[in-house]
């Protein structure tokens, strides 16, 4: 596979099929389309690395669940859509998936990190990630999925205070 | 898409040194040695992440699990990490407030070591 290039302004926009294999396929694309603006540093490329692979996740467990977690691949699935644009010196990434639409305000709660009872609850951390790594984050429905909207600035957005309560920003995960 | 697993039994600890990416696609090879091992009744675990090379949050999930596993039997879990990309991402979820993360596999098996027998 040959990693994309692009320069300021450019738009890079891929179809990836709906399986874990494909995560580090995403991964390995963030990496060369930020490696090709010197604004952003290995450090911030490595958020935008771990932000792309939380919304892929999300987008490709979407999407399994739609088709039943345990079933075979279909290759009649739905992609996930990767939308990545490049100007005015930031990054916007949009992943959109087909798995039936996702509602941020209705996912489940958890309790304190630092609590016993959160060893009970593996998820919960995605979506609380990508909202620490990235400047703006926003969730559009669209026809029978959604789309999560990423926007990246070269520097990091400061490290806003710890989780703590990974719900603490009013989020839970999208992977449970 | 690369994990790497090597389980080695060091002074009544079973070793877990975990190298390549651990995300959705190889993290459950990890839950599942982790299983394994408390299923097989190893109770006091290290996970070595010295040679991972990136983790999310399925990956922590999957820690999370383990810890929980170990800590039901009264064992004892504890992780070496000191590649500060790595650590970044258990510090910025506060995970580093829950799990132990120590500086090397054996500086880990002598202060748990030292820990249990200091505990009531």
């Known amino acids: 596979m040959t990693a994309p290039t692009a320069a300021a ?8 099929p709906a399986r874990p294999e494909v995560v580090s396929v995403a991964r390995l694309i963030i990496g060369a389309l930020v490696a090709a603006d010197p604004l952003f540093d290995e450090e911030r490329s490595a958020d935008l690395r771990l932000a792309i692979s939380e919304a892929c996740t999300n987008a490709i467990q979407a999407e399994m669940k739609r088709r039943g977690h345990d079933g075979p691949p279909d290759p009649e699935a739905a992609p996930i859509v990767m939308r990545c644009v490049l100007a005015d010196g930031q ?26 009872d959160r060893l009970n609850y593996e998820g919960g951390l995605g979506i609380p990630l990508i909202k620490m790594l990235a400047d703006d984050l926003e969730f559009r429905s669209t026809d029978g999925g959604t789309t999560v909207v990423m926007r990246f600035e070269p520097r990091a957005p400061g490290l806003r ?11 839970g995960t999208a992977q449970e | 898409m690369d994990l790497r697993l090597e389980v080695s039994e060091r002074g009544g600890w079973s070793v877990v040194e975990v190298g390549g990416e651990i995300d959705v696609a ?4 990890l839950r599942e040695q982790l299983i394994a091992l408390v299923n097989d009744q190893r109770y006091h675990i290290v996970v070595s992440l010295e040679a991972v090379d990136f983790i999310d949050s ?9 810890l929980k596993r170990v800590r039901t039997h009264g064992g004892r879990f504890v992780l070496v990490c ?11 979820t506060g995970l580093l407030a829950v799990f132990n993360v120590c500086s090397s596999i054996e500086e880990a098996i002598v202060l748990e070591a030292e820990a249990a027998e200091e505990a009531p």
């Open chain 1, 161 to 171: 205070p710890v989780i703590g309560s990974v719900n603490g920003s009013g989020a």
């Open chain 2, 26 to 29: 190889t993290a459950p090879r």
């Open chain 2, 58 to 66: 399925t990956g922590l999930g999957v820690l999370i699990s383990g």
């Open chain 1, 9 to 16: 302004g450019d738009v890079v926009e891929l179809e990836l």
């Open chain 2, 82 to 92: 000191t590649e500060p990309r790595i650590l970044k991402v258990f510090e910025i």
């Open chain 1, 91 to 116: 990054i916007e990434v949009a992943i959109t998936d087909h798995g039936g639409g996702f509602d941020p305000t209705g996912l489940e709660q958890h309790p304190e990190v630092t609590s016993p």
